[in-house]
């Protein structure tokens, strides 16, 4: 527990700006990636990681994050494109904008992206990965609550275009609902071709 509260009030990294994706694994919708950049003064009890949230206290957590973040982005990343180069890298093209686009307005010490892997578009930044870094890291939680509720709410709104689909259950993951689903009324426009299920 002591290890942990370290890496999370560490200021040697000084201003970090924490990169995260949600979506890789649903058959459906985009990856959407999310980075931010936190002050010292930022109410930190409202983040954990996304995963453990309610829906209810990811979207107060989301408001709170757009009107006291420092800055952030939320970029989406087709299905389209998730075929073309794969979710991996769709994930990390996607979370290396972000950060570019941040750098661009924000100074910044370290990035830090969620996972085992960095984005090559990021090579020559001070950048690292930090596997469960959305369990570790805040802003990489803030990043992670950014991503999840943009992509929910991206689902909730294909769910009124698909509504045989169950969507706003399901959210494009693989459930036996879907898959069925998928079976009975073929694939959206929206659905990543390259998914084996």
Known sequence: MEEQQL?????SDGIILGCDEAGRGPLCGPVVTAGCVLSEDF????????????????????RIIKEKAVDFEIIFISNEEIDEINILQASLKGMAECAKRIMERTKVDTILIDGNKVPKQLEGYP????????ARFHEIMAASILAKTARDRFMLELDEKYPEYNFKKNKGYPTKEHIEAIEKYGLTPYHRRSFHW
């Open 7 to 11: 890496t999370l009030f560490d200021l």
């Open 43 to 62: 109410p930190f009890e409202v983040l954990n990681d996304s995963k453990k949230l309610s829906e209810k206290q990811r979207e107060y957590a989301e």
């Open 127 to 134: 950048v690292r990965a930090e596997v469960k870094g959305d």
